[in-house]
């Protein structure tokens, strides 16, 4: 497996980056437990360290089943997870992200993103300077690591970095 550094940070991402949607068994049908741990096992046996998930994803049931797959080895794997686009209220984003730290039972993501821009979907619109804010403060306390931006336009992209840095942009 290769791998290859976050952006100018010092995170290193596998290659093959796992996703893990369908680990939170929402909108997906007959997947059992025990097989979405032998995929992440398996994964990690490959040489994937890099888990990727958000707080959507089963409403944390995709976060808790990477902690039970690959937790013992946090200090081996990246996790990248992602805050939901009706939770970019400053507080919220922190709420969001200490839920996702309590169920992958750890002290810190390495990548937290927004998993969708301010006013997708016709939700309540927060300006991207409050929820950068609350990502910026994130990183300061050690709660996060980088800073990523998901499904975002270049329009959008410019004005997150107006507010921070961003270490990753995931397209659609």
């Not at 049908?29 to 994964?43: C, E, F, M, Y």
């Not at 959507?56 to 200090?75: C, L, Q, T």
């Not at 169920?103 to 950068?132: C, K, V």
Request: net charge positive.
């Amino acid at each position: 497996m290769k791998y290859l550094p976050l952006g100018k940070t010092e995170i290193q991402l596998s290659h093959i980056i796992m996703g893990t949607w369908q680990a939170g068994k929402t909108m997906w049908v007959g997947i059992q437990d025990d097989q979405i741990l032998k995929a992440l096992k398996t994964a990690y046996e490959s040489g994937i360290t890099t888990f990727d998930t958000a707080e959507i994803y089963g409403n944390g049931y995709s976060e808790r089943m990477i902690a039970k797959a690959v937790g013992d080895m946090r200090d081996k794997v990246v996790y990248a997870s992602k805050v939901f686009y009706n939770h970019l209220q400053y507080n919220q984003v922190i709420e969001a992200c200490h839920r996702s730290l309590k169920n992958l039972h750890t002290d810190y993501l390495d990548l937290y993103q927004i998993h969708w821009p301010p006013g997708a979907f016709g939700s309540r619109p927060t300006t991207i300077q409050e929820t950068m804010s609350a990502l910026n403060y994130l990183k300061d306390k050690g709660k996060i690591r980088a800073i990523g931006v998901s499904n975002f336009s270049l329009a959008q992209l410019k004005e997150a970095c107006q507010y921070g840095t961003v270490d990753s942009v995931q397209p659609p």
